[in-house]
């Protein structure tokens, strides 16, 4: 009985009142009765108004924050209301939600800590299963997108990242401000129409005051903001550039290795791919030697490498116009190396130089590198999600993990 005095003491729900606590040893759960304060009057679940009394239902369960380990289940008898505009109706309570078994303090409960672990981490943790710990997170996600305020939008990022097996990509658009940085929406694909989507979203008001997005050079999202966003300063990102420039120095490295093997040569670009991949300075002491020796032998693949990491100088510039001068020449140069995937690069570059120079135009406003951060923390929350097969689960996890969405308040928060 000390149990139920201490829980009322907490009135965490106006109206109600616990009545009796019993520990069942077997299934390790407290059962807690709970029952309607004496004259309190049921509310109607169609209006949220209160209503007089109809007749009530059987008992029904759900699920608490769980307690020393155990499983906490509140027992109620659900009344039905006489109301005035939606007839006979079920009342609302305020610990539970619609038809869910869990209550809303639990959700939360699952919801929080599903941002910290992995899904089937929490599942274990609190003795709850995946499907319960899904039901959490998307009713928050939900409740979060219903309420949140997506304007005034400055600076968007829009990026693409690869989902399921195969070559199924979806579409993040990122709010990217100093002060705000947030997963904004998300698109099934990275097509013209779907990213069209967005700008459905927000509507013409708000896509008409974006000061800056930043982009990659996939031609739909190009294609998209120069007719929706034709005010903005539209930013080729350093981020997809450098990302794309790796690519090729990779194409490069891996056809001359094949190349080399199957001539007979000796195996010299074995175990060099992070060598030549990463920055010179992030380098171990091993990888160091490896490069060293790998320079000394005139092989594309080294050339190609020295282009990439003289390029690095490109982001160095201050004034647009001597970075485009020095692009040019960049560009020139690798047009006469013969490496082919280089030379590709060039040309990418070249068609779309004046995007390119508009990083050195917004810099000031914009601090980089908040779109590659993001991505990585996509990336990670799709790593950690086993069983995000369908591209609703995997919205709503990501929605959770980036989306900065406000939460249902709950009188008392048990996290
Ligand atoms: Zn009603």
Redesign the pocket.
Known sequence: MRLISLLNHYQHFPGFVYERARHCASSQTIEIAVRPRRGSRPV??????P?PAYDHLKPRRFEFVPLWGCMVVLLYCMRR?D?????V?VEAVPWGIGKHQLTKAYMLFLAHWARKLSWQETAVSFRSTWDKVCQSVEYVVQWGLEHRQLGPIVAIGVDEIQYAKGHKYLTLVYQIEQQCTRLLWIGRERTVASFEQFFILIGAGLAGQIAFVCSDMWQPYLTVIRERCSQAIHILDRFHIVAKMNTALDQVRAGEARRLARDGYEPVLKKTRWCVLKRRANLTRQQRFRLRDLLRYNLQTARAYLLKEDFQQFWDYEQPSWAGKFLDEWCGQVMRSRIDPMKKIARTLRSHRALILNYFRARKQLSSGVVEGLNNKAKLTMRKSYGFRTFHVTEIALYHALGKLPEPDVAHRFY
Request: proline share 0%.
């Open positions: 109607c679940s169609g209006c949220d108004k209503a209301v109301c005035r505009t939606c007839g109706r």
